[in-house]
């Protein structure tokens, strides 16, 4: 009897040894595929992300501006004066295309929870394709374009209302997020959705076509802000149909904002853009500011540039 209980119990043992064995390589083989997946999805969501997460500063610049050319000794000479002087320990990349600069200013005010400006809260901006089109007989609008996409045609009109409805909702949604975490991952989605992501430029574009409207009606009339001026002295852009032509189209696809435009989308939003240009470090251009006249009740982001085209947004640490 006892040698068969004997048997029993080691053959017990064995199959309860082997079946542990098996549960633990099971186990390391489960937490190492999900690692794997966790990792892959993690790349994706970055490759995807049009911000990327905060890098050292000048860790960056040791990296992009590596030599002893004259252009990379200044480029980190004027990185090292952000660090020293202005407090900018880290940045984030932005993706360089040529809704950059739109892209990093939107992050910021989408980031930071800043709110509508106050004429678009008295205003239904989903209204203003509408009012362009049927009220202020604007009928060229139907040969806007849509950066990338190159769109043209009868169907620009419930493109734009699509786009003024993502703008209107995103910023809604995300500036009522009181959590600066929360918000901060609500940021994280939205742009890294591309298709998302280019309604707003595109909204914001419009917004621009909108403002440059309305000051070309109002500017024989009474006053209006410099920025109008400047603009409409640009033979390329006289009046809007030739602003929204020879500018506004392109931007996305083959140009970025310039000067003069970024004072306009600064006007409009009601903030503050401050800009680190540092092609100009040692100049009296290095910091900008758009537009140059603004109320103090405005809220102030800041952007930084190598070249006028492709921006960055500086992260302040004291």
Request: proline share 3%; glycine share 4%.
């Amino acid at each position: 009897m006892w040698q068969k209980v004997k048997v029993h119990l080691m053959l017990s043992m064995s199959f309860l040894t082997a079946l542990f064995w098996y549960c633990r390589r099971l186990y390391s083989f489960l937490a190492q595929l999900l690692k794997r997946w966790s990792n892959y999805l993690q790349r994706q969501l970055i490759r995807n992300l049009s911000v990327l997460p905060e890098v050292d500063l000048l860790g960056y610049s040791g990296r992009e501006w590596k030599g002893e050319t004259k252009q990379a000794k200044q480029m980190r000479e004027a990185y090292e004066e952000l660090f020293r002087s202005c407090h900018i320990k880290y940045l984030r990349q932005v993706r360089r295309d040529n809704y950059s600069v739109i892209r990093a200013v939107l992050f910021q005010i989408f980031s930071q929870g800043i709110p509508f400006p106050s004429w678009m809260k008295e205003r239904d901006i989903l209204k203003l394709p509408e009012k362009l089109l049927y009220s202020q007989g604007c009928n060229w609008i139907q040969q806007y374009s849509f950066g990338p996409e190159r769109y043209t045609g009868p169907n620009a009109f419930g493109k734009l209302r699509k786009c003024m409805e993502a703008l209107k909702t995103n910023w809604a949604e995300i500036s009522a997020t009181r959590d600066h975490e929360e918000r901060g991952s609500m940021c994280n989605t939205l742009f890294s959705d591309e298709s998302k992501e280019y309604k707003l430029y595109e909204a914001i574009k419009f917004i621009m076509l909108y403002e440059v409207v309305e000051a070309h009606e109002q500017i024989r009339n009474k006053p209006v802000h410099n920025l109008f001026s400047l603009l409409f002295a640009r033979d390329s852009s006289s009046d809007p149909l030739s602003f929204m032509m020879n500018h506004l189209n392109s931007i996305g696809d083959s140009i970025c904002l310039d000067q003069v435009e970024l004072f306009l989308l600064g006007y409009l939003l009601e903030v503050k853009i401050r800009v680190y240009r540092l092609h100009r470090f040692n100049t009296e251009e290095f910091q900008v500011n758009y537009p140059d006249e603004y109320r103090r009740e405005w809220n102030e982001i800041s952007l930084l540039t190598e070249d006028d085209h492709y921006y960055h947004i500086p992260l302040f640490r004291t």
